[in-house]
């Protein structure tokens, strides 16, 4: 018979999960204070689990019926239970107005992804980017708290999904070469691109960076609606959604400065820039 993990130690563990794997979140989540953290660092680690699951190698039925067995267990968690990140977020939502069902959404999206599900219009784009991150950005909204909720979901939600598409465009060569298209076939269309999968050619850069900038400018518009959200938020917890977002923002920019590049590799930033933005963020100068 398992034993439960004391609580202190389920939490030490999401904490290091998210130190470890959130390469870009963790800049953000550390600059709340401690119960925020902690909190936020546990819907980070189921989320990672989700996504593990997701983008590895099992075969596609087991990875349907471990995804069905994670939206089980997110309903099922309990304080007392022996999986410390199960443990922690059932103690997070005993204290924070965790909106737990939004995992629902992130393993919808997370089965479109391993049924290798394509997009025709960017409507259809649209409701997978908020399945998948427009979820956490509810979350996260549970954790950092907010007077006029029925506005800040709102505001979450388009966050989200600038971030979403952001992460489109950076991984589109990795995606295409493991066989997945998210950019919407209209689009494509559109401007004269046709991306096969496994190929990872493009045979015109001028389109493709016609295309990119397209995308970007329409990420913008949504990181414009989500950026509204930061005066709704106490100070620390604007510093760290402002870090988030500011480190995502500042890869869009980058991306769409040489679109070309991201069919050669994926976009990042040096860890220098990343604490940079944490830094401002934390002084109210970011986005």
Same mark, same amino acid.
């Given at each position: 018979?398992? #034993?439960?993990?004391? +609580?202190? @130690?389920?939490?030490?563990?999401? /904490?290091?999960?998210? !130190? %470890?794997?959130?390469?870009?979140?963790?800049?953000?989540?550390?600059?709340?204070?401690?119960?925020?953290?902690?909190?936020?660092?546990?819907?980070?680690?189921?989320?990672? #689990?989700?996504?593990? +699951?997701? @983008?590895?190698?099992?075969?596609? /039925?087991?990875?349907? !019926? %471990?995804?069905?067995?994670?939206?089980?267990?997110?309903?099922?968690?309990?304080?007392?239970?022996?999986?410390?990140?199960?443990?922690?977020?059932?103690?997070?939502?005993? #204290?924070?107005?965790?909106?737990?069902?939004?995992?629902?959404?992130?393993?919808?999206?997370?089965?479109?992804?391993?049924?290798?599900?394509?997009?025709?219009?960017?409507?259809?784009?649209?409701?997978?980017?908020?399945?998948?991150?427009?979820?956490?950005?509810?979350?996260?909204?549970?954790?950092?708290?907010?007077?006029?909720?029925?506005?800040?979901?709102?505001?979450?939600?388009?966050?989200?999904?600038?971030?979403?598409?952001?992460?489109?465009?950076?991984?589109?060569?990795?995606?295409?070469?493991?066989?997945?298209?998210?950019?919407?076939?209209?689009?494509?269309?559109?401007?004269?691109?046709?991306?096969?999968?496994?190929?990872?050619?493009?045979?015109?850069?001028?389109?493709?960076?016609?295309?990119?900038?397209?995308?970007?400018?329409?990420?913008?518009?949504?990181?414009?609606?989500?950026?509204?959200?930061?005066?709704?938020?106490?100070?620390?917890?604007?510093?760290?959604?402002?870090?988030?977002?500011?480190?995502?923002?500042?890869?869009?920019?980058?991306?769409?400065?040489?679109?070309?590049?991201?069919?050669?590799?994926?976009?990042?930033?040096?860890?220098?820039?990343?604490?940079?933005?944490?830094?401002?963020?934390?002084?109210?100068?970011?986005?």
């Amino acid at each position: 018979m398992t #034993r439960p993990i004391g +609580i202190r @130690d389920a939490y030490r563990e999401c /904490e290091r999960i998210t !130190r %470890e794997q959130a390469r870009n979140f963790s800049y953000g989540i550390r600059l709340l204070p401690g119960p925020k953290r902690r909190a936020l660092s546990a819907v980070y680690a189921f989320a990672r #689990r989700v996504d593990d +699951i997701g @983008d590895g190698v099992l075969p596609r /039925e087991e990875k349907l !019926r %471990e995804l069905k067995q994670c939206r089980e267990a997110v309903q099922q968690a309990s304080i007392g239970s022996s999986d410390p990140v199960l443990a922690a977020l059932a103690d997070a939502a005993s #204290r924070m107005p965790l909106p737990v069902e939004a995992f629902d959404e992130l393993i919808d999206g997370c089965e479109a992804d391993v049924r290798g599900t394509t997009y025709t219009t960017f409507d259809e784009l649209l409701h997978y980017c908020r399945c998948v991150a427009g979820s956490i950005g509810r979350l996260s909204l549970g954790v950092f708290g907010a007077d006029d909720l029925t506005t800040a979901v709102v505001r979450a939600d388009a966050l989200g999904v600038a971030l979403q598409l952001t992460n489109i465009l950076r991984d589109v060569r990795e995606d295409q070469l493991n066989g997945r298209t998210y950019l919407p076939a209209a689009d494509l269309a559109h401007f004269g691109i046709r991306l096969e999968p496994g190929n990872g050619f493009v045979e015109d850069t001028a389109r493709w960076n016609r295309l990119v900038r397209f995308q970007a400018a329409r990420a913008e518009r949504w990181y414009s609606e989500g950026f509204r959200l930061l005066p709704m938020l106490d100070r620390r917890s604007r510093a760290c959604c402002a870090s988030m977002a500011g480190i995502y923002h500042q890869l869009l920019v980058r991306i769409a400065s040489n679109p070309s590049a991201a069919m050669r590799e994926r976009t990042s930033l040096p860890g220098w820039r990343k604490a940079g933005v944490a830094a401002r963020s934390l002084a109210g100068m970011a986005p």
